[in-house]
């Protein structure tokens, strides 16, 4: 089920979360790991699901789980068996699930959601999970996630996403969240994957260098001509890009696509994937003001990736659905 186009039929509007590892890094988790926040799978579970409340809570239409940096062979290579790996991948929609359900039960206590005739009364959609499928490069952890430059083939990238993909899909995700791709090659290895479970949707999110290429270089034009023809890519977009170039980005998508747009930047500082420390300030204004010009722009789905905070889901709802 296309659960983004009927949310999108009926609101104007799907509003994402933003950063995890931000808010559990506040929280006093350490995540300089190579598992990244997939570690607290693992260690801490009760916190990623204290993060997803908090979004919740702020608004957000969509959790976006904790298995960006999660892989059977990551948990593996920690001596877990391919079974324990398995369910902590599993475990990343079972936690996102139960807080949207608990959070859901509570909103709509309150608040009619239809009326008699099934349309929507309520200010936002029950919220979906969507599961993160982060990039070959996040599983490496060694930055090449905002290169591209694996030299891995088509057939490759298949074979490493594909068995995620099966998990997250069992787990009862809602949609795939492919986010962070930085080039073609692995968005054609993902669809050509998502291509196995005919009933299932993605979106598609790219980052990028400027206002005009992903990652790798290539023609983000390219990449959604592409992509427009695909019927199980739901939305694309991009994320974890700095926060200037979103409106020529989104400009250039929409020419050349009718799927609706996605876009979740960083704060506004600037990431060092060597040294992986954070530089600069975050954006100027209110994140809720960005998210306006986006809107106007044509993007449908919004919301924050990197240093971004529940306070900027905040101001997206109060900057667009006011």
Request: charged share 20%; aromatic share 8%.
């Amino acid at each position: 089920m296309n659960h983004i186009k009927n949310i999108l039929d009926q609101y104007p509007l799907i509003i994402l979360d933003g950063a995890m590892a931000t808010e559990l890094e506040k929280d006093g988790a350490d995540l300089n790991d190579d598992l990244w926040s997939a570690r607290l799978l693992l260690d801490n579970p009760q916190a990623i699901a204290g993060v997803h409340r908090r979004y919740f809570e702020a608004g957000a239409d969509c959790a976006i789980t904790a298995s960006y940096q999660a892989t059977v062979s990551g948990f593996m290579e920690r001596g877990l068996s391919a079974e324990d790996a398995t369910a902590l991948i599993a475990r990343s929609v079972q936690l996102a699930v139960q807080e949207r359900d608990a959070f859901w039960k509570g909103y709509t206590d309150a608040t009619p959601v239809q009326d008699a005739g099934g349309q929507a009364l309520a200010s936002r959609p029950r919220p979906l999970v969507a599961a993160s499928v982060g990039p070959y490069g996040a599983y490496l952890a060694d930055g090449s996630e905002y290169r591209g430059d694996y030299g891995l083939s088509e057939q490759e990238l298949y074979d490493f996403h594909y068995d995620r993909m099966r998990i997250l899909i069992e787990a009862g995700a809602d949609v795939l969240a492919c986010e962070t791709i930085p080039c073609l090659v692995e968005a054609q290895a993902i669809v050509r994957a998502l291509e196995q479970f005919p009933n299932v949707y993605a979106w598609i999110s790219f980052s990028a260098r400027d206002g005009a290429h992903i990652s790798s270089g290539e023609a983000v034009t390219d990449c959604a001509v592409w992509l427009d023809g695909h019927e199980q890519v739901a939305a694309l977009g991009i994320n974890c890009t700095a926060l200037e170039y979103i409106p020529a980005l989104i400009e250039a998508i929409s020419a050349h696509t009718s799927k609706p747009i996605l876009v979740y930047p960083n704060s506004g500082e600037q990431y060092d994937p060597v040294t992986k420390t954070w530089h600069g300030t975050a954006c100027a204004g209110s994140y809720g003001e960005h998210a306006r010009t986006w809107y106007e722009l044509g993007a449908r789905l919004i919301g924050g990736c990197c240093r971004t905070t529940p306070a900027d889901i905040a101001e997206v709802g109060a900057a667009i659905r006011s």
